[in-house]
Nanobody, 124 residues
Framework: QVQLVESGGGLVQAGGSLRLSCAAS????????MGWFRQAPGKEREFVAA????????YYADSVKGRFTISRDNAKNTVYLQMNSLKREDAAVYLC?????????????????WGQGTQVTVSS
């Protein structure tokens, strides 16, 4: 069974930065793509960023492109999301997910393991 545990969320002022981490259990982390999604109250789960199995391919939602960076450290079984120039509309619960293959997708159904999420709050 794969477990994903997010950390690094919190309260930050608009324009500030946060770095989210997602630690995965198991020995197959380096074989799978990983994604970050977010969900605000009353809204559907939204794709944020994704990375393939070795970090060689990444993709971002237009809303975060140029501000967020996804990366992974396969030696540490961890994927990161560096978030800069945060805006109030970035506030949400951020969840990491493991894909069903070495690649990535923007669709939640492509991911079969999910963490519990970490809250990001952005104040003005």
């Amino acid at each position: 069974q794969v477990q994903l545990v997010e950390s690094g969320g919190g309260l930050v002022q608009a324009g500030g930065s946060l770095r989210l981490s997602c630690a995965a259990s198991g020995r197959t982390f380096s074989s799978y793509g990983m994604g970050w999604f977010r969900q605000a109250p009353g809204k559907e789960r939204e794709f944020v960023a994704a990375v393939n199995y070795d970090g060689g391919s990444t993709y971002y939602a237009d809303s975060v492109k140029g501000r967020f960076t996804i990366s992974r450290d396969n030696a540490k079984n961890t994927v990161y999301l560096q978030m800069n120039s945060l805006k109030r509309e970035d506030a949400a619960v951020y969840l990491c997910a493991r894909s069903q293959s070495a690649g990535w997708s923007t669709y939640p159904d492509f991911y079969n393991y999910w963490g519990q999420g970490t809250q990001v709050t952005v104040s003005s």
